[in-house]
């Protein structure tokens, strides 16, 4: 079958190709008598017409974004089949950007763009096409949709939009442990060459730290970052697009790195040996000195006990840790004297209270150091030889009678005298006296037991030297009973006698009492006046 010349027209690079076909298309009917379309040659063969079809060509379109040239930039061409090149086709352009962006010469259908457009605002625009007869203005193709797409060009530099950033690491960490990922964006087109194409570099924060040119993430590089040695660290990262290759964009972000404290120092004593003045006067219980070891940690990894380990500190000596200070506070136990012990030797040790296992190889966390405590001699107030006097004394005695004495001494190193006297609050004064040198107790006056058989005073014991130095001692003062109250009939009733009582009938009984002690008292005898003839008494 031979085909005619045009129907042989071929696009190159159609990318879109609207056909319009015609009704009633080509039909071989088998018969011997021709049909209009068919044309019988001399050979007896048959030639068959095709109509020509009649459809857009063009290629796909495409317009470079920020063109800057003097010249409108050209797009592409639009072309019918039906364009005998005579000009004949008028090409009509409309939709996006139609007439203002994009013009198209009616005659040659050629596309330009009159301004310089930016893909990252807009990727493309949809236009419609139409080719109309010039001199009938009927349409010679239906009005068909093609697109223009905006090609891109490397003109966005990546950017990190969440920076600067800070991040945190534990100090002591292995090499390779991932600190941040950081990401950077490129608003060029990800599909269309390296113009997106981002790899990660470290530009400052070496040998320290590294990043992962394809993903951002950032790592230590260097083992046994130390914190106490430094703390914090700036890296700046940059992100270069065109795949790191020369000419692409860069941007570049600021991390801010603190390395956070792991306990990985021991606490140490800044000495070994301390020396500590402790007055003999010190109160039980109270703070008499503090030691403090230092830890160059933070928090709870600095947190330290104090213990005092031998027995000769610990008895006497306790410790406890100020939790604000982290100081060792040293209280006294039990009261100091001077004179029977001078100083006391302390071995003081501080151990961390959170330790981990993962630097026990750095030795014990733990320091011990020796505390020195001097006792101070103070001029103290006399000390009676007892917490407390009992005494006694026999009432009726006659004024100036020796009860009994107290003694006080001057317990410190001089043994100053002492000088004794009554408390004068007290009611028992005006009863008793005491010398002021010897501390003997006489009474004033005599005393009588059955007015009050108990004195409480308070004797006072001073350093003649230092008035002020005072001691006081209670003393009790019993008076001891004597015979000397006679009994008392304990009634002073009438009896009554019947008159025929017999002879040897009790009629009463008779009781007295006396004031003298069961000792002196008590047994008494009992008579009746010779007169009292007719009664008699019986001794019960």
Not at 249 to 275: A, R
Not at 393 to 405: L, M, Q
Request: aromatic share 8%.
């Amino acid at each position: 079958m031979r085909i005619s010349a045009a129907s042989r027209l071929c696009p190159v690079l159609v990318c879109l190709c609207f056909v319009q076909r015609c009704c009633g298309g080509a039909h071989h009917v088998p018969t011997k008598v021709p049909s209009k379309n068919q044309t019988r040659l001399a050979n007896g063969e048959t030639e068959v017409h095709h109509r020509p079809k009649r459809g857009w060509i063009w290629n796909q379109f495409f317009v470079l974004e920020e063109h800057m040239g003097p010249d409108a930039q050209y797009v592409g061409k639009l072309h019918s089949n039906s364009d005998k090149g005579d000009g004949s086709v008028r090409y009509i352009l409309s939709g996006e950007g139609a007439g203002t962006i994009f013009i198209i010469d009616e005659v040659t259908g050629d596309i330009h763009a009159t301004k310089s457009l930016d893909r990252e605002r807009k990727t493309h625009y949809v236009l419609h096409a139409q080719a109309l007869d010039r001199n009938t203005e009927e349409a010679l193709e239906p009005k068909s949709e093609f697109i223009i797409k905006v090609q891109d060009i490397n003109d966005n530099a990546p950017k990190f939009p969440d920076g600067p950033f800070v991040a945190t690491v534990p100090e002591m960490s292995e090499v390779g442990t991932s600190v941040l990922q950081v990401t950077a964006t490129d608003a060029d087109d990800p599909t269309y060459g390296n113009s997106a194409r981002i790899v990660y570099s470290i530009l400052q924060g070496q040998p320290y730290f590294s990043v992962d040119p394809k993903t951002g993430i950032i790592r230590t590089a260097l083992s046994n970052m130390d914190r106490e040695a430094r703390e914090h660290y700036t890296v700046v990262i940059q992100a270069k697009d065109m795949a790191g290759q020369v000419g692409g964009l860069s941007g570049s972000t600021t991390i801010n790195i603190t390395l956070t404290d792991v306990n990985d120092n021991p606490p140490k004593f800044p000495q070994k040996n301390y020396q500590l003045y402790v007055p003999e006067s010190a109160q039980v219980g109270k703070p008499v000195g503090k030691i403090k070891a230092n830890d160059e940690d933070l928090g709870v990894n600095a947190d330290i006990k104090y213990s005092i380990i031998n027995s000769e500190g610990a008895n006497m000596f306790s410790i406890s840790t100020d939790r604000d200070t982290r100081e060792g506070i040293i209280s006294l136990k039990k009261p100091l004297n001077y004179e029977r012990k001078k100083t006391y030797t302390l071995h003081i040790e501080g151990v961390n209270t959170h330790v981990d296992p993962r630097f026990s190889y750095l030795g014990s966390f733990k320091d011990t150091a020796t505390l020195k405590i001097t006792v101070g001699d103070v001029d103290e107030a006399p000390v009676f030889s007892m917490d407390y006097y009992i005494l006694d004394v026999y009432e009726n005695s006659p004024g100036g009678t020796e009860v009994g004495s107290v003694t006080a001494r001057d317990p410190d190193s001089r043994n100053s005298p002492v000088r004794y006297f009554m408390d004068s609050k007290e009611d028992g004064v005006r009863y008793f006296k005491i010398d002021d040198s010897s501390g003997v107790i006489r009474t004033t006056q005599p005393l009588d037991r059955e007015d009050m058989p108990w004195h409480n005073i308070t004797v006072m014991a001073s350093e003649v030297d230092n008035p002020t130095l005072l001691n006081h001692v209670p003393v009790t003062v019993q008076v001891l009973d004597v015979n000397d109250n006679p009994p008392e009939i304990s009634t002073e009733e009438d009896v009554i006698v019947c008159e025929s009582s017999r002879p040897g009938q009790l009629i009463q009984t008779v009781t007295a009492v006396d004031k003298d002690d069961f000792a002196n008292g008590q047994r008494f005898s009992f008579a009746l006046p010779s007169h009292d003839r007719y009664v008699c008494l019986r001794f019960l």
